[in-house]
């Protein structure tokens, strides 16, 4: 029954449909008050704070952590904590519990809690390094599937493969620890740690994830160096149950890059910088949630001087970004001919600071804008505003966000951890419905503050939308740009809808001067489903 389904994604104010009718007046009335106490797990905020940049000495400027926080109404706030000494280079893990709150972070060496200290017996998952680990998404952490406060921590060792002129760099094994947050006071444990998972030469870095079909396991894939040979580990409540292989494509000398999966998990893209000779190429293959299968390989080949380099995949899933060191190129994946799609969206602008502001790794954040980092040591990320859009329209704002510290290279490996089931697959199995779940970002024009516009965060496969801007005028659009029609407080309300179910998000938004004796406190409301049958959600 989908009331039972919803039961299973989420737990919060639960009132049942009759009592919910009789009582309107009195829930009407505690409402406020409640939701001060109550919330919801089905915010999946796991990504919602990201820390980069050099920790240590905070007298001087360069050194520090800088934090971006997703939590706040600045969406993303950006602020530096000197209390954090640890340094990031190119390994960066994190996780934050399904509210936001932070638990631990990683630097491919060893693992620090909440109190910025080394959390109990997190030291030594691989050799001091005193600038950090420079291994390209070489940890992902995982919450381990229906067990509250544990999580799985994936990570790899850097290993020399050959000699004299024919050496390359690769990872050499790859590991798992597990971080009990229950343990120590609630800074959280390693209770297993360092366990071999597979004993193999293999990329270098890009540990990447996706959802299992069934909406709660988790696949890890990582490829074999030098050969077209990957492994799939699947992750449930029962620990890894599998770890399979399959050839697939062609095989390819390993080099620099990322791998990310799409969010709806349909396809798996990696992009390598070998060098001056061979080449760069990013590689797409089509992914298959239920099984695990890797199929479809296409491979794009270019012939230029890429020292660095990522990748990332818009919001709808549908356009690749590959940065190669002193360019950005868009890939549509929906084309018939994706080499073809190629359009390149930024070149490098020269910008110092005081070291070139180049182009390295990308990430999807949680506001739907694609962040890069530089390949020096600077004090700017590059942003793509509106990566949902065809070529220039994507925006790519080189050096746009400001950091308070410099950071070298770093930005954190994050799945998607808003990715529901695949509804009616024969995978489907655990009585999960992509009921969707609504949540929005409001941004005031710089010039006409009227203007407004209002970016769709929805997940859960939303199929429709519907907007009540609070002045008597809708929008179907999926994120419309509205125009107020005067200064005041509107009450803004998304709500989205398929054949799940619908869910509803609300805002409240000041424009101009507002009289203080008229100025109302005003909270973050979503509730779902909507209509219901038996359990309401409120958050």
């Known amino acids: 029954m989908q009331s039972e389904k919803v039961k299973n994604r989420a737990a919060g104010i639960k009132v049942p449909a009759a009592q919910f009718h009789r009582q309107t007046m009195k829930y009407l009335l505690l409402f406020p008050l409640t939701l001060l106490y109550l919330s919801t797990c089905f915010s999946q905020k796991n990504d919602y704070v990201w820390l980069m940049g050099y920790g240590g000495d905070a007298g001087v400027p360069a050194y520090g952590i800088s934090v971006l926080d997703f939590n706040s109404p600045e969406f993303p ?139 709660r396991d988790w696949w890890v894939v990582i490829r074999k160096e030098e050969s077209n040979l990957f492994y799939k580990i699947l992750l449930t409540p029962d620990g890894i149950v ?87 190129l868009q890939f549509d994946l929906w084309a018939a001919d994706i080499k073809a799609s190629e359009v390149v969206v930024a070149q490098y602008d020269g910008f110092t600071d005081p070291f070139q502001t180049r182009f390295h790794m990308a990430q999807l954040g949680p506001d739907g804008k694609i962040y890069l980092s530089a390949n020096n040591a600077t004090n700017y990320l590059h942003v793509i505003e509106s990566p949902n859009k065809k070529g220039l329209a994507c925006n790519v704002v080189q050096h746009g966000l400001k950091l308070p510290t410099r950071n070298a290279f770093s930005l954190p490996n994050y799945p998607n951890y808003r990715l529901g089931p695949i509804d009616g697959s024969a995978c489907d199995t655990l009585g999960l419905d992509n009921v969707p779940v609504a949540y929005f970002h409001l941004k005031q024009d710089t010039i006409d503050y009227l203007k407004v516009a209002c970016t769709d965060l929805s997940y859960y496969e939303p199929a429709e939308w519907l907007w009540d801007f609070g002045d008597n005028s809708t929008s179907q659009d999926t994120s419309p740009v509205h125009i107020f029609p005067t200064d005041g407080s509107y009450e803004v309300c998304l709500t989205v809808s398929n054949a799940n179910g619908t869910g509803t998000y609300c805002q409240t938004l000041q424009i101009g001067t507002v009289a203080t004796r008229n100025t109302e406190v005003g909270m973050d409301i979503a509730v779902f489903p909507n209509p219901f049958e038996e359990v309401l959600n409120i958050d």
Do not use: W
């Open 77 to 215: 706030s950006v602020y530096s904590n000197p209390e954090i000494e640890m340094f990031f280079t190119d390994t960066n893990a994190s996780i934050c519990d399904e509210e936001g709150n932070l638990l631990f972070y990683f630097n491919g060496i060893y693992v620090e809690d909440t109190s910025y200290q080394m959390m109990e017996n997190g030291e030594g998952l691989n050799t001091y390094n005193a600038t950090g680990y420079d291994l390209v998404q070489g940890g992902l952490a995982l919450p381990i599937p229906d067990e509250a406060d544990r999580y799985m921590l994936f990570h790899e060792t850097i290993g020399d493969v050959g000699g004299g002129t024919n050496i390359h760099l690769v990872a050499t094994d790859l590991y798992f620890s597990i971080i009990d947050m229950t343990e120590n006071g609630g800074l959280g444990s390693l209770v297993a740690k360092k366990v071999p998972l597979v004993s193999d030469t293999l990329d270098y870095g890009k540990l990447t994830a996706t959802r299992h079909a069934n909406g």
């Open 242 to 328: 599998s770890v399979d292989t399959q050839h697939v494509g062609l095989p390819i000398k390993i080099g620099l890059g990322q791998a990310a999966f799409s969010p709806d998990g349909q396809h798996f893209v990696q992009f390598h910088t070998i060098d001056f000779v061979i080449g760069q190429y990013v590689e797409v293959y089509d992914f298959d949630r239920c099984t695990g299968i890797l199929s479809n390989h296409r491979r794009l080949k270019y012939d230029v001087n890429a020292f660095s380099g990522g990748i990332a995949i818009s919001p709808n899933s549908r356009f690749i970004y590959a940065s190669m060191d002193n360019q950005i």
